[in-house]
């Protein structure tokens, strides 16, 4: 097979679990030279795109720099990580597509579940990007960092890191096919989606490969070493456990064995005592850090630790939760005894007292017990131990068998029915699933356009709607009481000047009544079965609505669809605004829809999607998506910039004033009901974060919203 894999961790540059899973992966396809694997991953220190050697032809390596991408500063960080690889991945199948590029089509991508960087690309896909069509998309579930934020008792609400979680949860929930490396977190991600109302897509276990052992005799265990610590490879954080393994030995030590506790690893913040981890250990447990019992090593090379660990009693492994560790993979595959947390997937391979020690880590007595176990061993029982550990990783973690059944899984997919259903992370309400409307025999799309003195900027509107893709539309023009005599005399020659005869170009003259009444008067007027809103001043690229419209017929759950916006003005464009699937609760603190421009099921605007004229010009369009989330509807967001916003200095969004905190609190009073459904979340939501004046800014880094 030909597979493309997407990696924010890739040796040497970066290390990590998931970059000894990627550096297993690229030597077992570099062992089958009728496959071929590309790999993007990313360096940070490059000044733009390099396509590193390898020494098998089969292999390419592509790092990408994100800053060097230009939308860090506009999406975030990670966000910015996804959209590049979304589109240099489109990019390359368009070029193999045309036979520009001379590379096999991959039969699958693959991306790990981290950062939700896999999130666009699913969203294209579902989306129905033709060019990820066939391609089925694998997410492999190591251990989501939201879930890791969580364990590290991270305030889970704050920006950036909510939004992350939740892409996170997204591309789980879109995934063709979600590969766990245990059942341990399948089982774990299938809860988490369940309390949302969502559900696990297919899901299959396949534990992380190792490379086995060398051939022949192993290194000599040295069975009657004396041993003389217990240890820990890993980042000091507070969900890796090292506190509860203190705790335990602290009731060795304080009945007199003095055997020491080594941890390796990087320090990093410890939120709750809002220093290190490691400095809150020193301060916490001072008496046994200076009477040499609790040794802080820092960062070592993996060889040192090996040779030092032939003298260790045991390497402990005391996760609150761990996916598949490959701490443990390592050490078991080395012979090295280990005492591992029973949360989690080693337990899934490994049997307690054969291969190594599983206990409940949060049980101090038991966890101790563990330990008196490991130093009451002979050389013999531990020579024993070593061996039974080694052929069990031999056996269960296999690379090529690995490969063999994955390719396997993808190729089941080939015959898969086209989805037909969204994945929305907090489903609509069943009796807004509305089918798609039959063909229809006049329009297929109206276009509703508020228009108020907006002579100087109308024709680039309807410019960008002749060059739209989208056959059979017609254009709804709701003159709102025009004052201004240019702008009155303008709609005299539309037709003319735009190519557009009467049944193409409706104008509809009303007393000035503000944008949301003239809007809904459009949408009433309108005879095709889906609608679009369009302001007078703003713009559409020519795909926007036969994409959308694809959308909306795809799904039957999905009422209304938008897409990502770029901001323009007068000196052309200032920067994207990535907007995301319309659904609670996060929609109802802050506005992520283009909702000036979305495209409904005429159906679904008819029966919540009103405009509220006593709002008067100001968040009116966010409260009728708000009011389609009461009324149950869900909507979708292309991940494109397809919808143009005009910046101007005089628009009623940046004149408003006192009627945001006006308007925001008439939004929450009318929909009181869905503002207490999720109260909870609003208000963790709003300690953590403040008003939404302080992060609906455009271009904030991290946040999608602007």
Same mark, same amino acid.
């Given at each position: 097979?030909?597979?493309?894999?997407?990696?924010?961790?890739?040796?040497?540059?970066?290390?990590?679990?998931?970059?000894?899973?990627?550096?297993?992966?690229?030597?077992?396809?570099?062992?089958?030279?009728? @496959?071929?694997?590309?790999?993007?991953?990313?360096?940070?220190?490059?000044?733009?795109?390099?396509?590193?050697?390898?020494?098998?032809?089969?292999?390419?390596?592509?790092?990408?720099?994100? /800053?060097?991408?230009?939308?860090?500063?506009?999406?975030?960080?990670?966000?910015?990580?996804?959209?590049?690889?979304?589109?240099?991945?489109?990019?390359?199948?368009?070029?193999?597509?045309?036979?520009?590029?001379?590379?096999?089509?991959?039969?699958?991508?693959?991306?790990?579940?981290?950062?939700?960087?896999?999130?666009?690309?699913?969203?294209?896909?579902?989306?129905?990007?033709?060019?990820?069509?066939?391609?089925?998309?694998?997410?492999?579930?190591?251990?989501?960092?939201?879930?890791?934020?969580?364990?590290?008792?991270?305030?889970?609400?704050?920006?950036?890191?909510?939004?992350?979680?939740?892409?996170?949860?997204?591309?789980?929930?879109?995934?063709?096919?979600?590969?766990?490396?245990?059942?341990?977190?399948? *089982?774990?991600?299938?809860?988490?989606?369940?309390?949302?109302?969502?559900?696990?897509?297919?899901?299959?276990?396949?534990?992380?490969?190792?490379?086995?052992?060398?051939?022949?005799?192993?290194?000599?265990?040295?069975?009657?070493?004396?041993?003389?610590?217990?240890?820990?490879?890993?980042?000091?954080?507070?969900?890796?456990?090292?506190?509860?393994?203190?705790?335990?030995?602290?009731?060795?030590?304080?009945?007199?064995?003095?055997?020491?506790?080594?941890?390796?690893?990087?320090?990093?913040?410890?939120?709750?005592?809002?220093?290190?981890?490691?400095?809150?250990?020193?301060?916490?447990?001072?008496? /046994?850090?200076?009477?040499?019992?609790?040794?802080?090593?820092?960062?070592?090379?993996?060889?040192?630790?090996?040779?030092?660990?032939?003298?260790?009693?045991?390497?402990?492994?005391? @996760?609150?939760?761990?996916?598949?560790?490959?701490?443990?993979?390592?050490?078991?595959?080395?012979?090295?005894?280990?005492?591992?947390?029973?949360?989690?997937?080693?337990?899934?391979?490994?049997?307690?007292?054969?291969?190594?020690?599983?206990?409940?880590?949060?049980?101090?007595?038991?966890?101790?017990?563990?330990?008196?176990?490991?130093?009451?061993?002979?050389?013999?029982?531990?020579?024993?131990?070593? $061996?039974?550990?080694?052929?069990?990783?031999?056996?269960?973690?296999?690379?090529?068998?690995?490969?063999?059944?994955?390719?396997?899984?993808?190729?089941?997919?080939?015959?898969?029915?086209?989805?037909?259903?969204?994945?929305?992370?907090?489903?609509? *309400?069943?009796?807004?699933?509305?089918?798609?409307?039959?063909?229809?025999?006049?329009?297929?799309? @109206?276009?509703?356009?508020?228009?108020?003195?907006?002579?100087?900027?109308?024709? $680039?509107?309807?410019?960008?709607?002749?060059?739209?893709?989208?056959?059979?539309?017609?254009?709804?023009?709701?003159?709102?009481?025009?004052?201004?005599?240019?702008?009155?005399?303008?709609?005299?020659?539309?037709?003319?000047?735009?190519?557009?005869?009467?049944?193409?170009?409706?104008?509809?003259?009303?007393?000035?009544?503000?944008?949301?009444?003239?809007?809904?008067?459009?949408?009433?007027?309108?005879?095709?079965?889906?609608?679009?809103?369009?302001?007078? *001043?703003?713009?559409?690229?020519?795909?926007?609505?036969? &994409?959308?419209?694809?959308?909306?017929?795809?799904?039957?759950?999905?009422?209304?669809?938008?897409?990502?916006?770029?901001?323009?003005?007068?000196?052309?464009?200032?920067?994207?605004?990535?907007?995301?699937? $319309?659904?609670?609760?996060?929609?109802?603190?802050?506005?992520?829809?283009?909702?000036?421009?979305?495209?409904? &099921?005429?159906?679904?605007?008819?029966?919540?999607?009103?405009?509220?004229?006593?709002?008067?010009?100001?968040?009116?369009?966010?409260?009728?998506?708000?009011?389609?989330?009461?009324?149950?509807?869900?909507?979708?967001?292309?991940?494109?910039?397809?919808?143009?916003?005009?910046?101007?200095?005089?628009?009623?969004?940046? @004149?408003?004033?006192?009627?945001?905190?006006?308007?925001?609190?008439?939004?929450?009073?009318?929909?009181?009901?869905?503002?207490?459904?999720?109260?909870?979340?609003?208000?963790?939501?709003?300690?953590?974060?403040?008003?939404?004046?302080?992060?609906?800014?455009?271009?904030?880094?991290?946040?999608?919203?602007?």
């Amino acid at each position: 097979m030909h597979a493309w894999y997407f990696t924010f961790e890739y040796p040497p540059d970066i290390g990590g679990g998931l970059a000894t899973y990627m550096r297993i992966v690229t030597a077992a396809y570099a062992a089958r030279p009728a @496959s071929s694997l590309v790999v993007f991953c990313l360096s940070q220190a490059q000044s733009g795109l390099v396509r590193r050697s390898h020494p098998h032809p089969n292999v390419q390596i592509v790092s990408l720099n994100p /800053h060097r991408f230009g939308s860090v500063e506009e999406l975030g960080f990670w966000v910015s990580t996804g959209r590049m690889f979304e589109r240099f991945a489109d990019l390359l199948l368009m070029q193999i597509e045309t036979g520009m590029l001379d590379l096999p089509r991959p039969d699958y991508m693959e991306f790990p579940d981290g950062f939700g960087i896999g999130a666009l690309a699913i969203q294209q896909k579902l989306c129905r990007n033709a060019r990820y069509a066939d391609v089925p998309v694998v997410v492999t579930a190591h251990t989501p960092t939201y879930l890791i934020d969580r364990f590290d008792q991270m305030p889970e609400p704050e920006l950036p890191r909510y939004w992350t979680g939740q892409m996170e949860l997204q591309a789980i929930a879109g995934a063709d096919l979600v590969i766990g490396c245990s059942q341990a977190i399948l *089982d774990l991600l299938s809860r988490e989606l369940a309390s949302t109302g969502a559900r696990l897509p297919r899901a299959e276990v396949l534990h992380n490969p190792f490379p086995p052992a060398p051939a022949g005799p192993q290194p000599d265990p040295q069975p009657d070493l004396p041993r003389d610590h217990f240890y820990m490879a890993s980042r000091l954080t507070h969900w890796k456990g090292a506190e509860e393994a203190i705790r335990a030995l602290e009731l060795l030590w304080d009945d007199g064995c003095r055997i020491p506790f080594l941890i390796y690893g990087d320090d990093a913040p410890h939120h709750a005592s809002g220093t290190s981890f490691g400095g809150y250990l020193l301060r916490r447990y001072a008496r /046994h850090a200076d009477a040499g019992l609790l040794r802080l090593m820092g960062k070592r090379p993996r060889d040192l630790i090996r040779r030092t660990a032939r003298s260790a009693v045991a390497q402990l492994h005391p @996760s609150h939760f761990d996916n598949f560790p490959y701490s443990v993979v390592e050490s078991m595959a080395e012979g090295t005894l280990c005492i591992a947390g029973t949360n989690g997937g080693i337990r899934e391979i490994a049997q307690d007292g054969r291969d190594l020690f599983l206990v409940d880590v949060q049980d101090r007595h038991a966890f101790a017990g563990a330990l008196r176990r490991a130093l009451a061993l002979d050389g013999a029982s531990r020579a024993a131990m070593a $061996a039974h550990a080694r052929a069990t990783i031999a056996a269960q973690c296999d690379p090529q068998t690995f490969l063999d059944r994955k390719e396997a899984l993808v190729a089941s997919l080939r015959n898969s029915p086209a989805r037909r259903s969204f994945p929305f992370l907090s489903p609509p *309400d069943p009796s807004c699933i509305l089918p798609t409307p039959p063909p229809a025999t006049g329009p297929q799309l @109206s276009v509703v356009i508020p228009y108020f003195n907006m002579g100087r900027f109308i024709d $680039a509107t309807l410019a960008s709607l002749t060059r739209s893709t989208v056959a059979g539309m017609e254009i709804v023009l709701v003159d709102d009481g025009s004052t201004d005599p240019a702008s009155r005399d303008r709609l005299d020659r539309l037709h003319a000047d735009h190519g557009l005869d009467a049944d193409r170009l409706r104008i509809l003259s009303i007393p000035n009544g503000g944008v949301a009444n003239a809007r809904n008067t459009g949408v009433r007027a309108a005879t095709a079965p889906f609608v679009a809103l369009l302001d007078a *001043d703003d713009v559409v690229a020519p795909r926007y609505y036969e &994409k959308a419209l694809s959308v909306l017929q795809t799904y039957d759950e999905v009422s209304f669809c938008g897409a990502w916006i770029e901001d323009f003005d007068t000196r052309g464009r200032i920067r994207n605004w990535a907007t995301w699937n $319309a659904e609670p609760p996060l929609h109802l603190v802050m506005n992520q829809t283009n909702c000036q421009s979305l495209v409904y &099921k005429r159906e679904a605007y008819l029966r919540d999607g009103w405009h509220d004229p006593d709002l008067r010009m100001f968040l009116d369009d966010w409260d009728g998506m708000i009011s389609l989330l009461a009324g149950g509807h869900r909507g979708v967001m292309i991940p494109e910039p397809l919808f143009g916003y005009r910046i101007r200095a005089g628009s009623i969004f940046r @004149s408003g004033g006192g009627l945001w905190d006006i308007n925001y609190g008439k939004i929450t009073r009318k929909h009181a009901a869905l503002y207490d459904r999720w109260g909870a979340f609003l208000a963790a939501f709003l300690n953590v974060n403040g008003p939404n004046r302080h992060y609906h800014i455009a271009g904030k880094p991290g946040t999608m919203p602007r």
